[in-house]
C-alpha cells in the first residue's frame, strides 16, 4: 500500500489550494482515506476523512465549511480541497488509509510522505 500526497505550496492568506492523496495497492472505494496536518512543534492533527462506503465526510471544527474532501475512485485519488486558508493551516498535511475515519493519527496504519503547506498572512 503505497499514499502519495501532493499538492502543497506557498499560498497568501484567503487563498485556496487543492491537495491530492494517490493511492497504489489501496482502492480508495475500499479504504477510508483521512487527512492529517502537522504544524512545527506540535502533534499531528486530524483535519478529514470520508468513507468508502457511503461517502460520508467528516471534518475538524477547525476547517468545517473551509475545507472539502472528495474522491475519485477512477483515479483511486482523493482531494482535499482547501479554501479560506489562514496562516494557522500552515503545515505539512498527510493522507492516510484504514478500514475506519479514525480521528487519531494512531489508528491508520497507512500513511503518505505528506506535503508542505504554507499560508503567508
Known amino acids: 500500500v503505497q499514499l502519495q500526497a501532493s499538492g502543497g505550496g506557498l499560498v497568501q492568506a484567503g487563498g485556496s489550494l487543492r491537495l491530492s492523496c494517490a493511492a497504489s495497492g489501496v482502492t480508495s472505494d475500499y479504504y477510508t482515506i483521512g487527512w492529517f496536518r502537522q504544524a512545527a512543534g506540535k502533534e499531528r492533527e486530524w483535519v478529514s476523512c470520508?468513507?468508502?462506503?457511503?461517502?460520508?465526510?467528516y471534518y475538524a471544527d477547525s476547517v468545517k465549511g473551509r475545507f472539502t474532501i472528495g474522491r475519485d475512485n477512477a483515479k483511486n485519488t482523493v482531494y482535499l480541497r482547501m479554501n479560506s486558508l489562514k496562516p494557522e493551516d500552515t503545515a505539512v498535511y498527510y493522507c492516510?488509509?484504514?478500514?475506519?475515519?479514525?480521528?487519531?493519527?494512531?489508528?491508520?496504519?497507512?500513511w503518505g510522505q505528506g506535503t508542505l503547506v504554507t499560508v503567508s498572512s
Open positions: 492516510a488509509a484504514d478500514s475506519m475515519c479514525w480521528r487519531t493519527a494512531s489508528g491508520y496504519e497507512h
Open positions: 470520508i468513507r468508502p462506503s457511503d461517502g460520508s465526510t
